[in-house]
């Protein structure tokens, strides 16, 4: 079978083509592709399929082979791998997720797709819908008890729920400690993901994060689109937010005219295989 490694961000998947290859049992496969040691190595796998209501449609697995909603940073990639490989010349595309349909712009020189801006929808900040158990919504400021340390707050789903806390210092935070306990803290009843801010000035954050069913990774889209929309909300940054990610930058707009926010950044392929195994 053969499959594509592309990374935005540091934010790296495996993605088949399943225009041209079929994946029978892709929970298993993801496990298998994405362990580092005796697989391909990456943060999960994502199949490129066809779609009856958008012009393309993305499926999406964590490491752990636990299939998430939506990832901005796949959702890039997908962009130029579509365009580049030939399954499109349109530079709008929209793309059928689990998290709902996203839209696509490509930014194209010479038939190179050398950015993306995802118009990645209305945060949704409602409990219930997030689903995050408070009694507050929007949940602004929780203060929730991780281990020995009392953190606050901000959720928001962008398609997938997050938890956003401010920090002093993301360099120094001890992200392993706490993201697994509060990944599977009970106010959150689908598990969540876990970012860490350090606000810089009122443009410029960094960010860490880490991902329900993969741990920390490099970078998260739909993370750092909540991340700005936490900043905007704890009033600590403008609508337009530089997310500083471990593996790179994110241009991030919450746009007050619609509501939606639009993310923007690099995707990139890595390499070409051939996978062997049976799952």
Not at 86 to 114: C, P
């Amino acid at each position: 079978m053969r499959f594509t490694k592309m990374q935005g961000c540091g934010n790296d998947y495996i993605y088949i083509n399943c225009f041209e290859e079929k994946v029978e049992n892709p929970e298993k496969l993801a496990i298998a592709m994405s362990e580092r040691h005796f697989g391909v190595g990456s943060d999960g796998l994502v199949l490129i399929m066809p779609s009856e209501t958008g012009d393309f449609r993305m499926r999406m697995f964590n490491l752990d082979g636990s299939e998430g909603k939506m990832c901005g940073n796949a959702s890039r990639c997908v962009g130029k791998y579509v365009y580049e490989r030939g399954l499109t010349d349109k530079t709008l595309v929209a793309l059928e997720t689990l998290g709902g349909m996203k839209y696509l712009d490509l930014h194209v020189e010479d038939g190179i797709v050398k950015s993306v801006t995802v118009d990645m929808g209305e945060p949704i900040l409602e409990a219930a819908e997030i689903p995050v158990v408070s009694e507050k919504s929007p949940v602004i400021g929780e203060k929730v008890q991780i281990l020995d340390k009392e953190f606050e707050y901000t959720c928001v789903s962008m398609g997938n729920p997050h938890a956003v806390t401010f920090v002093d210092s993301v360099k120094e935070f001890p992200l392993e400690t706490y993201g697994k306990v509060s990944e599977c803290h009970p106010m959150f009843p689908e598990r969540v993901n876990t970012e860490i801010v350090e606000v810089i000035d009122d443009s410029h954050v960094k960010m860490r994060v880490w991902e329900r069913g993969s741990g920390e990774t490099w970078a998260c889209g739909t993370g750092a689109c909540a991340t700005a929309v936490a900043c905007h909300l704890n009033g600590k940054t403008g609508r337009t937010v530089e997310v500083e990610l471990v593996g790179g930058t994110l241009i991030i707009e919450w746009r007050e005219a619609d509501n939606h926010v639009y993310m923007t950044g690099p995707a990139e392929f890595s390499f070409d295989g051939v996978w062997l195994q049976e799952v």
